[in-house]
């Protein structure tokens, strides 16, 4: 299994911002330093280029990111401010998801260690995303032939509006996003299959809900790649997430998500999407646990290639 990561790239943040940006970087010592994965799994990606993003984004939106030239409105939406350090570490987290996707294919599982910025539309960010990361790598892979049909498993515990948007109406790409009913964004963008749940919901009803949401995609075997979008937000101790899931029932979710893959031959790409834990070392835990999960998914598979980056 390969893992990118770019959480080198710093972004400065105002002291007190709630984005926890420092989660990226203990996520990479801990799966390190617990020996869930070997230092020479991972690996750096390359920056998304203009022309990759320009097969989702519009040239006015990527000029405005990357010139710093996006409106008060546009800024505010984004929940970020801008810097230069913000656009590289956007266009690296699109890379990763690319590079990510890319060796799912070629190996059968591949992650990064960021990704899921599933807010961002074709003309603006949103919700902390400045580039909608797995779109451009369903374009990129699509325009060089890699893949056909892609199918996203969202499971941050915000709706992807940005994702649902996007693949409106485009029978190669499927969406399916399970979420709370009463949060972020208060306007739904239509996925192919919502699973909208009350706050307050724990693992029983959430598993039941996943599990009876994964059996309703049509003709999985169709598909050439899963995105797989394993948020840590639905969790209990969530600031931003109003579920009630424990560590245990996200662990189970992952184990859901991964044996389908496995079930009908799906390579998967993993990103990481939210985690706003008031501990932000509940968070780190919640997505070193995907790790594992994708580790064990990828031993049952009998991986090809092995571990060494690019």
């Known amino acids: 299994m390969r893992i990118y990561h770019t959480d080198h790239f710093e972004v400065p943040l105002p002291p007190g911002h709630r984005f926890p940006i420092a989660k990226y970087r203990l996520l990479r010592e801990r799966v390190i330093a617990t020996g869930v994965v070997r230092p020479n799994a991972l690996a750096v990606p390359e920056a998304a280029a203009d022309g990759e993003l320009r097969l989702v984004h519009s040239d006015h939106y990527i000029c405005d990111v990357t010139c710093g030239t996006l409106d008060a409105a546009g800024l505010r939406r984004l929940g970020l401010p801008w810097s230069p350090e913000l656009v590289e570490r956007s266009r690296r987290s699109v890379g990763a998801t690319i590079a990510a996707a890319r060796w799912a294919v070629g190996h059968g599982i591949g992650m990064t260690l960021a990704g899921g910025t599933h807010h961002a539309f074709t003309d603006r960010g949103e919700g902390f995303c400045v580039f909608n990361d797995v779109a451009v790598a369903v374009r990129v892979l699509q325009r060089d032939g890699t893949i056909r049909r892609a199918l996203v498993i969202d499971t941050d515990v915000h709706q992807g509006n940005g994702t ?141 290639g092995g571990a060494a980056p690019a």
């Open 164 to 304: 649902a948007r996007i693949f409106r109406d485009d029978s190669s790409v499927f969406t399916f996003d399970i979420h709370g009913s009463d949060n972020f964004p208060f306007h739904k963008e239509p996925a192919d299959l919502d699973v909208a749940l009350p706050d307050g919901t724990g693992d029983d009803e959430y598993l039941r809900a996943l599990r009876n949401g994964l059996a309703r995609i049509p003709d999985p075997t169709a598909f050439d790649l899963v995105f797989y979008l394993a948020g840590a937000d639905p969790f209990g101790g969530d600031r931003l997430g109003r579920l009630a899931l424990t560590k245990t029932g996200l662990a189970e979710r992952d184990r859901a998500v991964f044996v389908f893959c496995r079930e009908h031959g799906l390579p998967v790409a993993v990103a990481m999407a939210g985690g706003y834990a008031a501990d932000i070392a509940d968070t780190v835990d919640i997505h070193a646990g995907v790790v594992r999960a994708a580790g064990i998914l990828a031993q049952q598979k009998g991986e090809r």
